[in-house]
């Protein structure tokens, strides 16, 4: 059963004389092709031309860890760019190598296997440093794997596991209609039925900047709550439509944002 968001569809602004503190952004991108305006899009958030970018590629196992990976990022001239890549966990859990995050204004993750990037950061200084950089007010975007592992609850081929925590109550899908992964992600709704659920398709991105959540790209982003009775609650955003994740988590599950 569909439902109606029409209230939802918001542009959010701030009370006069209120003085909020840095939102950080997240951007989710559903796999396939990384358009060039997510990425300029992903530039703009982390500061133009005064950017300073860092690429996690550990996901990707079938690519060599090189600065080939960051070409595609320095035609855009930003600051700085960098890749940030460990090989085990206990290369990751040494301070010296989360330092570059402390002056990173924008991470990208790179797509692959979500599960090799929570085995290598999950519990390290890499994961505090990415949250540090969200509190400030930076980015953090990736592809695939590297949109998957945003969510606390991550899904992986078959299971459920521990990514990180950049989309509060909140469970992240990718590929979600060219893989059929519907199914998938009402599993584990019925399962965590505090949370929204966010599949994402291919060739299109879910920005988020507080509550705020806005589609680019070609296909759709489905925002979905575990089935209540039977009911499955689904609703497909297109390119430039908006909604207000803590409102709707309210309307849908009847909790806030961090409930569980």
């Given at each position: 059963?569909r439902f109606?968001f029409s209230?939802?569809f918001?542009?959010m602004?701030?009370s ?8 950080g ?12 305006a ?19 590629p550990?996901?990707d196992?079938d690519?060599?860890?090189?600065d ?5 990022w320095?035609?855009?001239?930003p ?6 890549h460990a090989?085990t966990h206990t ?5 010296a190598?989360?330092?570059p995050l402390?002056?990173?204004?924008g991470?990208?993750i ?8 929570a ?6 200084p890499v994961e ?6 969200l ?10 794997a590297?949109a998957?592992?945003?969510s606390?609850?991550m ?5 459920m596991?521990?990514g990180?925590?950049h ?8 590929h979600?209609?060219a893989?059929?992964?519907q199914?998938r ?8 039925p505090k949370y929204?659920?966010?599949g994402i398709?291919e060739?299109t ?6 509550n705020r959540?806005?589609v680019?790209?070609?296909s ?20 430039g439509e ?16 961090n409930?569980?």
């Amino acid at each position: 059963m569909r439902f109606g968001f029409s209230t939802l569809f918001v542009l959010m602004v701030a009370s006069p004389g209120f003085a909020a503190e840095p939102q950080g952004t997240v951007v989710l991108h559903g796999g396939g092709s990384v358009d060039s305006a997510v990425r300029d899009k992903f530039l703009e958030l982390a500061g133009g031309k005064n950017a300073r970018l860092l690429v996690i590629p550990t996901a990707d196992t079938d690519t060599p860890y090189d600065d080939g990976r960051l070409e595609i990022w320095r035609r855009r001239s930003p600051a700085s760019v960098a890749l940030l890549h460990a090989s085990t966990h206990t290369e990751a859990e040494r301070e010296a190598f989360a330092e570059p995050l402390k002056t990173a204004t924008g991470v990208w993750i790179s797509g692959g296997y979500q599960s090799k990037l929570a085995s290598v950061y999950l519990r390290t200084p890499v994961e505090r440093e990415l949250a540090a950089l969200l509190k400030r007010g930076g980015v953090i975007g990736g592809t695939s794997a590297g949109a998957a592992i945003q969510s606390r609850v991550m899904l992986t081929r078959g299971d459920m596991l521990e990514g990180f925590d950049h989309v509060p109550a909140t469970i992240v899908d990718q590929h979600f209609l060219a893989r059929n992964r519907q199914e998938r992600l009402w599993h584990a709704l019925a399962r965590h039925p505090k949370y929204i659920g966010i599949g994402i398709d291919e060739d299109t991105t879910a920005i988020i900047t507080g509550n705020r959540l806005t589609v680019m790209g070609e296909s759709t982003v489905s925002i979905c709550s575990a089935p209540r009775q039977g009911d499955r609650k689904l609703r497909q955003l297109k390119d430039g439509e908006q909604l207000d994740l803590s409102t709707l988590r309210m309307e849908l599950t009847g909790n806030e944002a961090n409930a569980e």
